[in-house]
């Protein structure tokens, strides 16, 4: 798993020991409930008519206990389903879990392209971008077949915040290049 300590992109038990922690050594803790994802709020439990919730998926016949049900833009788990009642856990599945942790950092990502390198490839699953600075400015040239990617327009915006925040970037240039197609004749 690649991360930025500090993101906030883990649960705070989780960051917080990884402050302190070194590369190449092996760690097991466990991350209390208010550390991790919450304690259960009861308040979250929802009973409501069972004419309800087939009004609000999409496929009634998706569902089951313990399957997840979106209903109102919000996400939760059907528990029970009885005598016209349907009770719905809106709690995240892990809240109030006492949660247990092993990890060893492989390695911390010092230098500054391969910083940017390893956000790219945290981002978008890719690893054949070049990138050049400027001073504080950044250029990064794109591979062709990011131009066809749906969720590259959404992954640059957070690329950009984290290039900012965390790096210290100023102005960042994405860089697209379309070379012209050959085609080959037939013999």
Not at 5 to 30: M, P, Q, T
Not at 130 to 146: H, K, N, R, W
Not at 164 to 185: A, C, M, Q
Request: aromatic letters at 8%.
């Amino acid at each position: 798993m690649i991360t930025i300590v500090g993101d906030g992109r883990l649960i705070s038990g989780f960051e917080n020991h990884l402050n302190d922690a070194e590369a190449g050594k092996d760690y097991e803790f466990d991350i209390e409930p208010s550390e991790g994802y919450g304690e259960r709020d009861s308040s979250l439990v929802e009973t409501i008519g069972q004419n309800v919730l087939m009004r609000s998926v999409r496929d009634p016949s998706t569902l089951a206990i313990g399957a997840p049900v979106e209903i109102g833009g919000r996400t939760g788990v059907l528990q029970f389903i009885s005598a016209g009642r349907a009770r719905i856990d809106y709690n995240h599945p892990l809240a109030g879990a006492t949660l247990r942790y092993n990890y060893n950092i492989v390695k911390v990502v010092e230098d500054r392209a391969e910083r940017v390198e390893t956000l790219l490839k945290m981002n978008t699953g890719r690893e054949d971008f070049e990138i050049s600075f400027e001073g504080d400015d950044l250029t990064v040239t794109t591979p062709e077949a990011m131009a066809y990617d749906q969720n590259w327009a959404y992954a640059k915006f957070s690329l950009v915040r984290s290039l900012r925040e965390n790096l210290g970037v100023g102005t960042v240039i994405f860089r697209e290049v379309h070379e012209p197609r050959v085609v080959e004749e037939e013999e």
